[in-house]
């Protein structure tokens, strides 16, 4: 099993849906969580990150982690097709777990299209 | 200036050609990685430095050298690259390599093109 399983999609919505992207992992060690938008031929940009569980606001984002159901979500309110990207989760396990050292590991992304 | 500038922007290379890849951070961090994304994989971690020691190294081919002459400047040196080796290189800083200060920040990348 992968450490970070992530939907490839891709995924099509019209403009103005709400928007649904998760992440599924399987190490219990990670404990900050990452939301990262990556354009076309662009370097990824860091949305949101949280820490353990519970939920995180920006704007029209909100970032959800569920530490029992090892399962993180990032939601999309009112979607533009500006949000047309390919999303990445990642994850950070603590100093020194299983000898990782606290490497940043990525899920494969997500590509999401908003339709005009 | 934004947080981490990467030049060029793109790059097209023969596989006897020795060129390098700069990365700048301005962001005040003390780590500094160097990313491999090719289409339709993940991104794969190729080196990581830390206050300017490479601390790790993922099994990346020789023909990739990296340099940290300080905590701001990271370079890739590539020679005799394989047609394989086109992809999209990434630099990334972070305030530190582990835990919380993994967070790391992203550069626009350069698209390397090896014919």
């Known amino acids: 099993q992968k450490e970070v399983e992530q939907d490839p999609g891709p995924l099509s919505v019209p403009e103005g849906a709400i928007v649904s992207l998760n992440c599924t992992y399987s190490?219990?060690?990670?404990?900050?969580f990452m939301w990262y938008r990556q354009y076309s031929r662009k370097g990824p940009e860091l949305l949101m990150y949280?820490?353990?569980?519970g939920n995180k606001e920006d704007g029209r984002f909100t970032a959800q982690v569920d530490k029992s159901s090892k399962y993180i979500s990032l939601f999309i309110r009112d979607s533009q097709p500006s949000d047309s990207a390919t999303y990445l989760c990642a994850m950070i396990t603590m100093w020194n777990y299983g000898g990782s050292q606290g490497n940043l590991i990525f899920g494969k992304g997500t590509k999401l299209s908003v339709k005009p | 200036e934004t947080g981490v500038t990467q030049t060029p922007r793109h790059l097209v290379m023969g596989m006897t050609n020795k060129k390098s890849l700069k990365c700048e951070q301005h962001l005040g961090h003390n780590a500094m990685y160097w990313y491999k994304q090719s289409a339709k994989k993940p991104l794969e971690l190729m080196f990581v430095y830390s206050l300017e020691e490479r601390v790790e190294n993922n099994s990346v081919p020789s023909r990739f050298s990296p340099e940290c002459p300080n905590s701001s400047h990271l370079f890739l040196h590539l020679h005799t690259l394989q047609p394989e080796d086109s992809a999209l290189y990434l630099c990334a800083s972070s305030q530190s390599p582990t835990g919380s200060g993994n967070i790391q920040y992203f550069g626009a990348g350069t698209r390397l093109s090896v014919l």
């Open positions: 190490n219990s060690a990670f404990q900050y």
């Open positions: 949280t820490y353990s569980s």
